[in-house]
């Protein structure tokens, strides 16, 4: 079964989290065998953006370990998951391609229609 | 043959989303319709079935607890659970290490207690999987 794991809400509790929560549950999906690949769209195509998510303290508490999106693109992957992330999105974001980690595929939303067909399951995050 | 198997994956916490009820009601059409339900309550979800959910007083509309009559989401889930004993089956899967960083394991019977990989196994032997995300 061939999934594909439609990313668009992004930085949603990644501070909390220290974690985007559906990238960590690809990763985990993954590993437990799944055939699996991640589009990022809308707002979530930031995260092929190589990025320094500062540390967090608030009294003695402190988030020290926060998400790092861009490497866990990187981690997918090294897991042999392919990465898309939407052309036009980017452009709607002022982000060139060439500031985007190559881990990320570029794909058009005209091919995007070929890319769900491709997939048994599509879950739209 | 026809898979008779909808597998849901949903996220928002209770009280915050519509999409919780929507969810709800999907469940309850399919378990009528004959069809077996697993669900994967993933971050937020878990907290759906937390026991101690209790029904409050409305001092704003001056009515009771019994005149208000407001199930909590366990209740409702509960109501579900009971409706999906057999056959059709209904299968509510809590994400433990969501539970784990909110301390929501204190939960009502029927519910279980699970991972990616029941995810993963559940989506998998269905027909179809339907992800309801936070927004």
């Known amino acids: 079964m061939k999934i594909l794991n439609i990313v668009e809400n992004a930085y949603r509790a990644t501070l909390e989290e220290q974690d985007d929560t559906v990238l960590w549950l690809s990763r985990a999906l993954k590993g437990a065998g799944a055939d699996l690949s991640v589009v990022l769209r809308g707002n979530a195509v930031n995260y092929a953006v190589p990025q320094a998510c500062p540390e967090l303290k608030l009294g003695t508490a402190a988030i020290k370990h926060p998400a790092r999106p861009h490497e866990d693109l990187a981690k997918l992957r090294a897991k042999g998951a392919n990465v898309y992330v939407v052309q036009e999105d980017l452009e709607d974001s002022g982000i060139g391609t060439e500031r985007c980690v190559a881990d990320a595929i570029p794909i058009s939303r005209a091919r995007l229609v070929d890319l769900l067909m491709e997939h048994d399951q599509v879950w739209h995050w | ?135």
């Open chain 2, 1 to 135: 043959m026809a898979n008779h198997t909808l597998t849901l994956a949903i996220m928002d916490a209770p009280y915050e989303a519509a999409a919780s009820t929507t969810a709800f009601r999907i469940i309850e059409s399919a378990l009528r319709k004959g069809v077996n339900v697993n669900v994967f309550a993933y971050e937020g979800a878990v907290s759906l079935t937390m026991k101690d959910q209790a029904p409050h007083a409305n001092p704003v509309k001056g009515t009771s607890v019994e005149e208000e009559e407001h199930p909590t989401t366990k209740d409702l889930v509960a109501a579900l659970i009971a409706l999906g004993q057999a056959s059709p089956k209904l299968t509510w899967v809590n994400c433990g290490l969501c539970v784990d960083e909110r301390g929501a394991g204190h939960w009502i019977d029927g519910v279980k207690r699970g991972g990616p990989a029941d995810f993963f196994k559940m989506a998998s032997e269905s027909g179809n999987t339907l992800v309801i995300p936070t927004r």
